[in-house]
């Protein structure tokens, strides 16, 4: 599960639901490496000033952590250290993009804020799910325990404020009404955990919080603090919002479909979690002998052979075509969002984005 604020109540998830979430190693040269190893770029990352605009946010996120205790700045700095896509930080950037000739500094501080809250996200995830690795190296719960983890979490959620608070009094509270969607949305995915009626609607609902609301966030930040005018901040918002709901449920395809290899974690991490996506709810949805079976197997934590069972009869069945038939739904809403943006590269990269996602899915 990604995007999570809350710790949640241990009663929602039976013991021994969680796995280690193993990642590929990403050094910032790769940052370019997209989605879980499946999607090879992003039109976002191959825009010509992209890499040098990364590269900011790269040293202003490791400034933006530093203390004057070294203990803090490790637990702060550990996953960031790590890597990672900074896909919210280059939606930021591209947003400004649009009608800007370059990224300015504001814009890059309104991307680390962005992603401040991401990493915080992931810190308080890893207690939730009791991982022990991400990104190829230890969680900080795992390291160093829950209570510095969580602590930690709250740190970086934090200075992202402070760097909000800085921007403007508008960015502050888009970012702290973010957070709260971020709890709204993680919330509900958790009170459908085990759960095999969770419904079509109740997903997209929970991603729309857990996820779409950063994406959607990160691109109207870029808008604001590039000063461009409101129609365009508001069409690059709506962009945001489609483009993270397709990133979400491509993610959610990917678990079910990517092979571990591929993914850099087992496949159907999910299905193990409780967390029945798009795809799983369709299949349930389409009735007959496989939802039949799948539902007999749901509801509980699996071993692997179920697992694989689980994931053979999704495979096999429509409910990863529809979940991408929905994809297609938000694509294009992206599209039509930055339709009236102009020609520049920026727009045009903004434009691929969502369906350079749905084909790594479909080239699975």
């Known amino acids: 599960?990604?995007?999570?604020?809350?710790?949640?109540?241990?009663?929602?998830?039976?013991?021994?639901?969680?796995?280690?979430?193993?990642?590929?190693?990403?050094?910032?040269?790769?940052?370019?490496?997209?989605?879980?190893?499946?999607?090879?770029?992003?039109?976002?990352?191959?825009l010509a000033s992209m890499a040098g605009d990364l590269e900011r946010v790269e040293r202003a996120l490791r400034h933006a952590v530093r203390t004057d205790d070294p203990?803090?700045?490790?637990?702060?700095?550990h996953l960031m250290i790590a890597g990672g896509k900074r896909l919210r930080p280059a939606v930021a950037m591209a947003a400004a993009l649009t009608h800007r000739p370059e990224v300015g500094d504001d814009v890059v501080q309104g991307g680390v804020a962005c992603e401040l809250v991401h990493l915080g996200s992931l810190y308080h995830d890893d207690v939730i799910d009791e991982a022990e690795s991400r990104r190829g190296v230890d969680t900080v719960n795992a390291k160093w325990g829950n209570l510095q983890a969580i602590l930690a979490g709250d740190f970086l959620l934090a200075r992202a404020s402070e760097i909000a608070a800085s921007l403007s009094?508008?960015?502050a509270g888009l970012l702290a009404n973010t957070i709260g969607?971020?709890?709204?949305?993680?919330?509900?995915q958790l009170r459908t955990t085990y759960d095999p009626r969770r419904t079509a609607e109740q997903y997209l609902t929970s991603i729309e919080g857990k996820t779409a609301s950063l994406f959607s966030t990160s691109a109207r930040i870029g808008g604001l603090v590039a000063g461009l005018d409101r129609p365009t901040i508001d069409a690059l918002t709506r962009y945001g919002s489609a483009l993270g709901m397709v990133f979400q449920i491509v993610d959610d395809v990917l678990d079910l479909t990517a092979t571990e290899e591929e993914l850099g974690k087992p496949a159907g991490h999910d299905l193990v979690e409780g967390v029945y996506t798009l795809a799983?709810?369709?299949?349930?949805?389409?009735?007959?002998?496989?939802?039949?079976?799948?539902?007999?197997?749901?509801?509980?934590?699996?071993?692997?052979?179920?697992?694989?069972?689980a994931l053979a009869i999704v495979r096999s069945n429509g409910g990863v075509a529809e979940a991408l038939r929905v994809g297609e739904r938000y694509r294009v809403e992206a599209e039509a969002a930055v339709a009236g943006l102009g020609d520049a590269p920026a727009v045009s990269a903004l434009r691929a984005a969502p369906g350079a996602l749905i084909d790594s899915a479909r080239a699975v």
Do not use: W
């Open 1 to 46: 599960m990604r995007g999570r604020i809350l710790s949640g109540d241990r009663s929602l998830r039976p013991p021994g639901a969680a796995l280690a979430r193993a990642a590929f190693v990403l050094v910032f040269t790769r940052v370019v490496r997209s989605l879980v190893g499946v999607v090879r770029t992003s039109p976002l990352l191959e």
């Open 71 to 77: 203990y803090m700045t490790e637990l702060a700095s």
């Open 169 to 171: 009094t508008e960015v």
């Open 181 to 188: 969607r971020l709890c709204h949305g993680e919330i509900g």
């Open 280 to 309: 799983v709810i369709h299949t349930i949805g389409e009735g007959g002998v496989a939802g039949d079976e799948l539902v007999a197997l749901l509801g509980k934590p699996l071993e692997p052979a179920e697992v694989d069972k």
